[in-house]
Nanobody
Framework: QVQLVESGGGLVQAGGSLRLSCAAS????????MGWFRQAPGKEREFVAG????????IYADSAKGRFTISRDNAQKMVYLQMNSPKPEDTAVYYC???????????????WGQGTQVTVSS
């Protein structure tokens, strides 16, 4: 089992910055690839970014490329999502998740956090 707890959400102005954090506990954190997803009101949950076990490889949704950065600290069992120049359409509940592989498909993630709300004002 892996327990994940997100933090760092809140209200941010468009063009500002925000860093989301996800703290992991339980089984060996470095055994898992990590991902960030988001779900906006009335929409399905969607992939945002993923990172490999070592942190050496990352993947992003087109909407996140160039603005968001995923990173991890295996010693601290943390994963982060740095959000730069957020837009109102980035408003959503953001979730971190753990998977065996670095993938985009939601169904392949085994463990999920409870989510943190991000609201971007224009």
């Amino acid at each position: 089992q892996v327990q994940l707890v997100e933090s760092g959400g809140g209200l941010v102005q468009a063009g500002g910055s925000l860093r989301l954090s996800c703290a992991a506990s339980g089984r060996t954190f470095s055994d898992y690839c990590m991902g960030w997803f988001r779900q906006a009101p009335g929409k399905e949950r969607e992939f945002v970014a993923g990172i490999s076990r070592s942190g050496g490889s990352t993947i992003y949704a087109d909407s996140a490329k160039g603005r968001f950065t995923i990173s991890r600290d295996n010693a601290q069992k943390m994963v982060y999502l740095q959000m730069n120049s957020p837009k109102p359409e980035d408003t959503a509940v953001y979730y971190c998740a753990a998977a065996i592989s670095m993938v985009r498909e939601e169904w392949r993630y085994n463990y999920w956090g409870q989510g943190t709300q991000v609201t971007v004002s224009s």
